[in-house]
């Protein structure tokens, strides 16, 4: 009974466990539940890690939930899983990766954030809530259990973004939030309902393994695609996602990208994985395409535009998923040849998941930067705000790289990754290209107009008495810029042992369907 | 093609839910129409697990029929209900905040966040 | 560090780095030269506000977010107009948009 | 709000302990019957709804203890929740490791648990914490309605309808 076979329902019992003994551990005093947050949030990341060198190491990890051993998928006599089995094949461990990170950093920045306001006791168990069911959606492998999870993350982010229920803001973009975000996960239940009904089966490999494209199959396809690209926040379905990041505490907004990361990963385990080349005609990768260009372009259009701090990021996120939404549309479309796929549709692949990863951690770095801002001053519009460098020099250097590490500067992990993605796009068609350039230089106007006016400029007597922010949040952010520069000086290193096999894992279909169904595809 | 009657009664519901939404300006009545959505799904689901002749699938309540209904449908519809019901309990609070804060539950007024 | 290859070319962070110290130099060092006439914290160091008397508070010297792109903003006028109009802000125009793209989807894979 | 007739009022008063025992009984026989630990719960919250009915909030919100309803009834459901689900690691995470197949003879302890093993303690875990859950939601709502809306409530009881 060794640990390592038990870790994929560690890590998911660990953040469920912590949910549960928050207001407990709040009777027994701020410090108490203070350090049980940190500390589940800490040991989720270490098991996160150990699941991803297992991966590594020894291939596709499945762990059957209440089978007679952790391993027997298909008991004796029985044609398909009947158990809800977890799949953690190279791309969830990377995912769950990226996710635990962000849970940590967000649970380090929102000790000292959320120390002025009451019920922090919901807070902590919600914000655990929100991660066990974030990391839930990256590594389950039963499409009916990706809803349930799906549900779980965002019933927990509805009552994270309106915990401030004395701002009107919160209160209307949680509403927002929640209203569209049910009846897209009611259309995620239909294409379950739909893929149930045809394959008896809701295990996502069995059903990949016996999936032919008719009628019903399109119809799952379609509902899962659309209300899955909604959540990531793809362009005309985006609007609540600027609200709600900007209005949720900053801890949480930082978790909150992660979140719809896992959604991107469901929308690509769900094109790759189940779907795969039986996707048939060319309409889904181009429709996934063109969510790509219209969110990059009209993302960062409006992004440009804005003088809320925390809103303004919140647009770039929509553009930034753009990116993504690229290079997995572009992977999509020549899955089928080989001879294309592997002059530029693996590197397309690889560079959006590598994207991902990045976006991620200098998304959360932008967002934890603007809170601690926002902690200081107490101002959130970019037209009151001027020469915070000097009293918060530690905030705005951070800023810096974070900024410069998403409008693409070269030395920086942003620049790798898309380059990546132009020269994939660029093979499909030149537009693509010059969409994601154009949005690029547009990402960088917008990131020094932001720096420039926040943090550079004459001093303000208004902020004479502004003081850099405590350390735990200078920890969270600085858990950030460790991996964003880390991820900076050593790219051959994460590229090939983060993207790559991530990205290996989700073009090889038949690996996935194999590890579940007995290598019997 | 009696077979068929749910998945009607469920087309039916889900574009009266749908179409629920877009109709009304008041809050409270969104919210009625997402739940009303939530029940359609939800008897699209159970109508899924239905098998001619089936009995019910607890074995030694079955008697001696061979063919059972299948259960799976049924515990995924239990989920989707404990799910709709915490949704609407949220939809509900949240409506009575927005209420609170802006002294109108009229969806085009209910608007500070925008452009 | 190490290098990486993208399909079509080489990208290596170590050149990159080393170009920006050695830019960094050349830059101090020509910064460096300067005028020898300077003296520090003398009326030199005044700020040329155009002619009429500086306003000592930094509120009156920063250049408002809202007019860093003004001219950006105004250039592109009837596009921001309709793009800043699409975003109402009404809860219902939000998942209209949804189901309009969702709608649009089957319609195209279920008939073409 | 003005309060409801004194039939209704005393009428909830006295089925207001009764749907705590028709609940339990649908928890308990929860794994065998369509019932189970969420729908029992639920049926036991609605004793909170009666009482509201037959005192009016301000005697009941003054005599209910949320802190019960917070750790006595939800702590102890999640958490017995979650270690049933651990004492099963030995095989995998939420191994039933009560149950035996159909037929087989049960011996000793055994004997007295039905075949369905750990599945009858799990749905009355869900059902003691629903229950914690639901009531909390019918405080939290009922307290969010009296927040801003003066009670026009008349102080002494009127034997009659109005």
């Known amino acids: 009974m060794n640990w390592n076979e038990h870790l994929p329902a560690l890590l998911l019992a660990l953040p469920l466990l912590g949910a549960f003994l928050a207001p407990l551990c709040s009777l027994g005093g701020k410090t108490l539940r203070n350090a049980m947050l940190v500390a589940v949030s800490f040991f989720t990341l270490l098991v996160a890690f150990f699941l991803w ?364 990754s898309k380059l990546f993605i132009y020269e994939s796009s660029f093979a499909v068609h030149p537009f693509l290209a010059v969409v994601a350039l154009v949005t690029s230089v547009l990402t960088l106007a917008s990131f020094v107009k932001v720096f420039q006016t926040a943090f550079l400029g004459p001093e303000k007597s208004v902020f004479a008495g502004v003081r850099e922010v405590p350390p735990a949040m200078l920890a969270g952010m600085a858990v950030l810029t460790v991996v964003v520069l880390g991820l900076t000086l050593f790219p051959s290193w994460s590229i090939a042992n983060l993207a790559e096999p991530a990205a290996r894992a989700l073009v090889d279909q038949s690996g996935y369907i194999g590890a579940i169904m007995g290598g019997g595809m | 093609m009696i077979g068929n009657a749910p998945f009607f009664t469920v087309g039916i519901l889900f574009m009266m839910g749908l179409v629920g939404i877009f109709m009304t300006r008041n809050l409270i009545k969104i919210a009625i129409a997402v739940s009303i959505l939530g029940s359609s799904v939800n008897l699209f689901l159970v109508s899924l697990g239905y098998r001619e002749g089936g009995s019910v699938p607890i074995h030694f309540l079955a008697g001696d029929g061979e063919i059972m209904v299948l259960p799976t449908p049924q515990a995924m519809t239990l989920t989707a209900i404990v799910i709709a019901l915490a949704v609407t309990a949220l939809l509900l609070s949240l409506i009575m905040l927005v209420w609170r804060h802006y002294g109108t539950i009229d969806v085009d007024e209910v608007r500070r966040l925008r452009g | 560090m190490g290098k990486v290859f993208t399909g079509f070319g080489y990208w290596d962070v170590g050149a990159w780095i080393i170009f920006f110290v050695v830019a960094a130099f050349y830059v101090l060092w020509l910064r460096y030269q300067g005028r020898s006439d300077y003296k520090k914290g003398t009326e030199q160091d005044e700020i040329y506000w155009s002619g009429n008397e500086t306003p000592e508070d930094g509120d009156g010297l920063t250049v408002p977010a809202s007019s860093a792109y003004w001219g950006f903003r105004k250039a592109l006028e009837p596009f921001y107009d309709r793009l800043v109009g699409m975003h109402t802000g009404i809860a219902t125009d939000i998942l209209g948009f949804y189901i309009l793209v969702t709608a649009f989807m089957a319609a195209i894979i279920l008939f073409v | 709000m003005r309060p409801l007739s004194v039939v209704v009022r005393t009428g909830c008063d006295f089925f207001a302990w009764f749907m705590i025992v028709f609940g339990v009984n649908i928890v308990i026989h929860g794994y065998m019957t369509p019932g189970g630990g969420f729908q029992g719960g639920a049926i036991i919250a609605t004793f909170l709804a009666f009482l509201l009915v037959s005192y009016g909030g301000k005697k009941v919100l003054s005599w209910v203890n949320e802190k019960i309803y917070e750790f006595l009834f939800e702590e102890l459901g999640l958490i017995c929740f979650f270690v049933l689900a651990l004492l099963g690691i030995g095989n995998s995470f939420f191994y039933n490791f009560l149950a035996s197949p159909l037929g087989a003879e049960r011996t000793g302890i055994l004997s007295l648990i039905s075949p369905a093993g750990t599945t009858v303690f799990m749905s009355i875990a869900v059902g003691i914490e629903v229950t914690g859950a639901l009531s909390l939601v019918i405080i939290a709502m009922f307290r969010g309605i009296r927040q801003f809306s003066v009670p026009n409530l008349p102080e002494e009881e009127i034997g009659h309808d109005r």
Request: aromatic share 12%; net charge positive.
């Open chain 1, 53 to 416: 060198r297992t991966v590594l190491a020894d291939g596709i990890q499945y762990y059957v939930m209440g089978g007679e051993n952790s391993r027997l998928a298909l008991p004796s006599g029985m044609a398909i899983p009947i158990r809800i089995i977890l799949e953690v094949d190279a791309l969830s461990a990377f995912m769950a990766l990226c996710g635990a990170i962000a849970s940590f950093a967000g649970a380090l920045f929102s000790l000292n954030y959320m120390s002025r306001f009451t019920g922090l006791s919901r807070f902590a168990s919600l914000y655990l809530l929100l991660t066990a069911g974030m990391l839930g959606m990256m590594i389950t492998g039963d499409i009916f259990n990706f809803f349930v999870f799906i549900e779980v993350s965002s019933i927990a982010s509805f009552g994270l973004i309106a915990f401030w229920r004395d701002r009107p803001a919160a209160v209307e973009a949680s509403f927002k939030y929640a209203l569209i975000s049910q009846v897209g996960s009611m259309l995620i239940l239909v294409a379950a309902g739909c893929l149930y009904g045809k394959y008896n089966m809701l295990n996502m490999a069995a059903i990949g393994s016996a999936l032919k494209m008719g009628a019903m199959e399109k119809v799952a396809l379609v509902f899962l695609v659309g209300s899955l690209a909604m959540k990531c926040g793809a362009f005309p379905m985006h609007m609540w996602l600027p609200d709600g990041y900007a209005e949720a505490p900053t801890g949480v907004t930082c978790l909150l990208v992660a979140v719809s990361q896992a959604s991107l990963y469901g929308l690509a385990r769900v094109c790759f994985s189940v779907y795969g080349i039986a996707i048939g005609s060319a309409f889904i990768p181009w429709m996934i395409i063109v969510f790509g260009l219209a969110s990059m372009f009209f993302g960062v259009a409006m992004a440009v535009v804005q003088h809320d701090m925390k809103r303004l990021i919140g647009y770039h996120s929509v553009s930034q998923v753009g990116y993504m939404l690229l290079g997995l549309g572009v992977g999509l479309l020549v899955l089928g040849d080989p001879r294309a796929m592997a002059e530029f549709g693996f590197t397309a692949i690889t560079g959006g998941l590598f994207h991902a990863f990045n976006y991620t951690m200098y998304k959360a770095l932008l967002f934890l930067a603007a809170g601690a801002v926002y902690y200081a001053t107490g101002k959130r519009d970019l037209n009151d705000m001027g020469g915070l460098a000097r009293r918060m020099p530690y905030t705005a250097v951070m800023f810096l790289i974070a900024s410069a590490a998403i409008s693409g500067l070269p030395p920086f992990n942003g620049f790798v």
